[in-house]
Every structure is written in structure tokens, then in C-alpha cells.
């Protein structure tokens, strides 16, 4: 196993962590439990190979993920870093509610501190309310306390409002999304990175999306040697500003092909790392949908989100990750926050049309987009 540096906590990090959000688990009625004859021995066979981050958060595996995570890493809690979340949106109304959140995590998991304690999915607006209310001061009493190590923050908004947190929130590390199909935050990765953030990623297989096989690689290469998965796992390890990139892992055979791939991550070289992003460059030009994503249509009256399924669609038909979007498609028009909305939701107002740069005929295209995404 690689081991980076992981920003200035003078911790040295797995190059490949463990994404504590999909373990296996058995459904009971309407409950759902972790699997425990599978799971712990996966967890303890990432130790024992080298991993040495593992990434959890409340509400993963149906609220069961922290105490699963704990349990199976108990004889080996001072030989890694455990990371866990607060959603500061939704439980955080009054001074204390960071420390009580902290506690129940702690109990959950059954450690005396977390290593890396993230707010989870903050925004420029949420960091402005942390500097407004001093949650930080929170911070530093847990923190001399010893009930956690390091602050730091997962990340899922506009890319440029990273460097405003960064800027304003003294945090240790960065958790986002990057990948060969979003790139959108590689510059704010390197910014972090040169301000001594811990660089950690998530989705670095696109969330799955670059999973199955496809002729990906070789559109980008002209090789055929290489899996898809492969060469997205080593693109983002390529990258010399990230520290770790997070796997959600479900079995002992995937832990095992995604070690093998970190342990040799460092082949690629600055010069093939730069030619592999130039090459996904080219391929995206030949979208016969020129949608740039820059969400300008938006919002929609009827609720759809057009540049999502243009994104699904162009994923699909450019660069023949259909499989992989099949799944994706069928999460978005049945997630946790209500139905997704489609073409057949649309109420023909054209409001779309009139804002969108590209002078794109949405409504035309979105419902060809979907007759596609609907026989994946």
C-alpha cells in the first residue's frame, strides 16, 4: 500500500480509504442490518492490506454504518483513523449540539475520539454560520477534551465557494467529489493541497458509473488492456495534489482489486496523468448534446433536472457508460427525496429555452434523452 501525506496533520494516509457506506446487509421486514459475518471481515482485511482511513457518517447503511465500522476495528483502533460526520443543517441549533452529536458518534462507534470529524456537505452559507455562531470554539474545548483530533469538512457545492471555506474556516482536511468524468473541482484540490488541507476524494469511479466494462479506456488510449474501473481509480490517484481516494467497498474481491490498483498508482506518470484528461476532453467533443452543465435553465417549474439527465444521457451515448448509468437513472427517479421528474412531467412552459445559453431546444431534446435513459 502508497502512503501520502495527509495535508499538515503529520499523518501519513492510505492512498486508497474505505468508504463506510456500503457494507453488505440483510433486509429484515422493513429493517435493515449489517451483515455481520461478511462485513467485519471485509473491514479487518482492509486493515491487514494496508488501509488505514475508513470513512463513516450517521446515517450510512440505514444508521448502522459507525457502529459496524467500531466493532470490526476495535482490536486495532490506535493503528488508524476513523472519520465520521455531523450535519450541521439538520442537528446543530444551539451551542452544545456539535459536542452531543460528537458523543452519540463516539458511543455508536464505542471510541473515546474520532481522528477526522467532518461537517458534513457544508457550503459557503453553512460556513458562514459556523464563523457567526463561533461553532469552532466548540471545536477546540472537544478538541482539548481529546474527544476528536482533526476538523474537517465534505464538500458538495459550487467548486470556486471551496476556496472560501478554506479561507475562512480553519479546517485539516477536504472531502469532494473528483473523477475523470467530473472534474469541475481539480483546481480547488491543488488549492487545498498548497494550504496544507488533507486531501481526501470521493466518487473517484464516478459513483459507480465507471464501474462495469466499457470501451472507455480505449477510446482514450487506443489500448485494450486496461478495465474502465482501472484507469479512473489511477487517473485520480494520478493526481500529485490528492492524498487518498475513498472506495466504497462491498466485498473482499473488490477491497482486493482496488488495493492492487492503489499499490500501483504511482506507475502513472505526471506526463500520462496529463494525457489521459486531455484525451476525455477530445471524446467529449463529439456529444451530439452540447449541454454545458451550467445549470442557467434552472430552476424548472415542473421540478426536472434538465442538466442531469443531459449529463446521464451524454455519459451514455459518448462515452458508453450506459450500463453504469442504468443504475444512476433508476436512483434519480427513485431518491430518498421524492420522486426524480422527467419528461412527462414537463409542462411545456419553454422557460428553459428562453435562459439557455446554448440556445439549446430543450424540450426536444429532454424528451429524446429520456426515450434513451428509459431502454438502458
Known amino acids: 500500500m502508497q502512503y501520502r501525506k495527509f495535508g ?8 486508497l480509504g474505505f468508504g463506510v457506506m456500503r457494507l453488505p446487509e440483510i433486509q429484515k421486514g422493513e ?5 455481520e459475518d461478511k462485513s467485519y471481515p471485509l473491514l479487518m482485511r482492509a486493515y491487514e492490506l494496508g488501509v488505514n482511513y475508513f470513512d463513516s457518517a450517521p446515517a450510512y447503511c440505514h444508521g448502522n454504518s459507525e457502529k459496524a465500522m467500531g466493532t470490526a476495528l476495535k482490536g486495532v483502533r490506535d493503528k488508524v483513523y476513523l472519520s465520521t460526520k455531523i450535519p450541521l443543517g439538520s442537528v446543530y441549533k444551539k451551542k452544545g449540539d456539535l459536542r452531543r452529536n460528537l458523543e452519540e458518534s463516539l458511543a455508536r462507534i464505542g471510541t473515546d475520539y474520532i481522528d477526522f470529524y467532518h461537517f458534513w456537505g457544508i457550503n459557503k452559507g453553512t460556513a458562514d454560520e459556523i464563523i457567526k455562531d463561533d461553532i469552532m470554539a466548540e471545536v477546540r474545548e472537544c478538541k482539548e477534551q481529546g474527544l476528536l483530533r482533526f476538523m474537517s469538512f465534505s464538500f458538495h457545492d459550487a467548486a470556486e465557494n471551496m476556496q472560501y471555506i478554506i479561507d475562512n474556516v480553519p479546517l485539516s482536511s477536504v472531502l469532494c467529489q473528483y473523477n475523470l468524468l467530473d472534474r469541475s473541482n481539480e483546481k480547488m484540490i491543488e488549492y487545498a493541497y498548497g494550504k496544507g488541507l488533507g486531501t481526501a476524494i470521493m466518487g473517484p469511479v464516478g459513483g459507480g458509473r465507471l464501474s462495469p ?21 489511477r487517473f485520480v490517484l494520478g493526481n500529485p495534489h490528492v492524498s487518498c481516494a475513498l472506495s466504497g467497498m462491498e466485498s473482499i474481491d473488490m477491497l482486493e482489486k482496488n488495493v492492487k490498483i492503489a499499490e500501483i498508482s504511482g506507475e502513472i506518470t505526471a506526463d500520462e496523468w496529463v494525457e489521459l484528461g486531455k484525451a476525455m476532453e477530445e471524446v467529449a467533443k463529439f456529444r451530439d448534446l452540447y449541454c454545458t452543465g451550467c445549470n442557467y435553465c434552472m430552476p424548472c417549474p415542473a421540478g426536472i433536472e434538465i442538466s442531469k439527465l443531459f449529463e446521464f444521457y451524454t455519459h451514455t451515448n459518448v462515452f458508453g457508460l450506459g450500463e453504469g448509468i442504468r443504475g444512476s437513472y433508476q436512483w434519480y427517479k427513485k431518491n430518498p427525496w421524492g420522486e426524480g421528474k422527467v419528461f412527462s412531467h414537463c409542462i411545456d412552459c419553454g422557460q428553459c429555452e428562453t435562459k439557455c445559453p446554448q440556445k439549446l431546444e430543450i424540450r426536444k431534446e429532454l424528451k429524446r434523452v429520456c426515450e434513451v435513459l428509459e431502454k438502458l
Not at 8 to 15: C, E, Q
Not at 31 to 35: G, L, N, R
Open 8 to 15: 499538515n496533520t503529520g499523518i501519513d494516509i492510505s492512498a
Open 31 to 35: 429493517d435493515f442490518y449489517i451483515d
Open 213 to 233: 466494462p466499457t470501451d472507455l479506456y480505449e477510446k482514450l488510449t487506443g489500448k485494450k488492456s486496461n478495465s474502465t474501473y482501472e484507469v479512473a481509480l
